[in-house]
């Protein structure tokens, strides 16, 4: 696929019998937030593990920014950066020693590394900290530590697994700030696992849903719902003169329609829906006030997903 700088096919690793990733097929677009969706032992973090050259492959092939993680994995995990589930950190050391530790052991060159951590310890704002040991930190700062680390010898990708688990709401909304702010303003992919779904429809710009080692789905969560037939919910509000008139005419184009005040709450309509009954309603001279279509939640689209695929 054009513009993918992680292509996966058929990728697959057993361990024993077990096949922890199962014939997984999957491009990941340049620039994009890609969510990786499923639930414990689905298949996340091995599929990681072998984008990244730490594990081998079973079976199938895959290409992250043109190399081969089997064969090239150490000239891959220069331009990537990975956000372990338990980041190791140094604790006896500083914020400041453990960065300038990494950026000699992934070639950030000498000259810049000192300019490099300086940077990216305020953006992390841990520049005032950064003379303490890692060891007294909270759980959120040591996370935004191992965060500031997989960035700094700026990765083309950034794998980052579960990123905001086990934060308070606040450290969490400033990681995903973060990661928001790097594939946003410096062009980062990000591929994600997490649990998060509220996370991941808020910040993913497409999600790839795993069960048991297999990809059950991928797409933004729009098409996901469209995919599994989802209809959509809208609420149009309208001049209170004219309710009655709306009301008729509303009926007229589908069955499921209700009325509280000024407000219609219409239920189990296809998107084209909306364009159409927004025509109706204005060519019959009602003064529509607010159309709010209700977008599919990943939530329900991720349920409805695992549903459909145990009944199949
Ligand atoms: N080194 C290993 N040896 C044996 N089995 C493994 C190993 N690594 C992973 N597995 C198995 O592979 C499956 C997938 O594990 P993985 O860690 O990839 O899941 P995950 O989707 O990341 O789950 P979680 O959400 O809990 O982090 C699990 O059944 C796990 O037990
Ligand atoms: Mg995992």
Known sequence: MQNAVISARELTRTFGDKAAVNRLTLDVLRGEIFGFLGHNGAGKTTTVRLLNGVLAFSGGSATVLGLSPAADGPALRRRTGVLTETPS????????????????????P??????????????????????????????????????????????????????????????????????????RQE??????????LVEAQRLCDRVGVMEHGRLLAVGTPVELARQLGSRARVEIEVAAEHVQRADSLLRSLTADVSVEHDTFMIGGVEREFVPRALAA???AGVMVYRVAPAEPSLEDVYFALHERNETS
């Open 89 to 108: 950190l140094d604790e006896r050391l500083n914020a400041r020693d453990n960065l300038t530790i990494y950026a000699e052991v992934y070639d950030v």
């Open 110 to 183: 000498r000259d810049q590394v000192n300019r490099r951590v300086d940077e990216i310890l305020g953006l992390f704002d841990l520049a005032d900290r950064s003379k303490e040991r890692v060891g007294g930190f909270s759980k959120g700062m040591k996370q935004r530590l191992a965060l500031a680390r997989a960035l700094l010898h700026r990765p083309e990708i950034l794998f980052l697994d579960e990123p905001t688990a086990g934060l308070d709401p606040q450290a969490a909304r400033q990681v995903r700030d973060l990661i928001t702010h790097f594939s």
């Open 187 to 196: 062009g980062h992919t990000v591929f994600m696992c997490t649990h998060n």
């Open 281 to 283: 309603l204005v060519n």
